[in-house]
């Protein structure tokens, strides 16, 4: 099994910046993947971004793509997501989670950061 943690959320001004980190631990050599996932409220869990644990693939939602970077320090086991020209609706819980190969459907996850953006 895989745990993963959550870290480096909280309040921002729209336009400034967060980065928030999250560490794997227990079976990581078994981690295909990572991914970056947030809910606003009343809305679904959404996919933000993802990253290889190998070879450092990624990819980004469209919503996100050119604001935010997926990065991996295998040293760390850590994948972090800076977050930058941060806006009102990237206000969210974000969840990270290990990926199945293939599929890259969410198997564990942790439980959530909040990012706030103030407007």
């Known amino acids: 099994q895989v745990q993963v943690v959550e870290s480096g959320g909280g309040l921002v001004q729209a336009g400034g910046s967060l980065r928030l980190s999250c560490a794997a631990s227990g079976r990581t050599f078994s981690v295909y993947a990572i991914g970056w996932f947030r809910q606003a409220p009343g809305k679904e869990r959404e996919f933000v971004a993802r990253?290889?644990?190998?070879?450092?693939?990624?990819s980004y939602a469209d919503s996100v793509k050119g604001r935010f970077t997926i990065s991996r320090d295998n040293t760390k086991n850590t994948v972090y997501l800076q977050m930058n020209s941060l806006k009102h609706e990237d206000t969210a819980v974000y969840y990270c989670?290990?990926?199945?190969?293939?599929?890259?459907?969410?198997?564990?996850w942790g439980q959530g950061t909040q990012v706030t953006v103030s407007s």
């Open positions: 989670a290990s990926l199945d190969p293939g599929s890259w459907s969410p198997r564990y």
């Open positions: 990253i290889t644990w190998g070879g450092a693939r990624t």
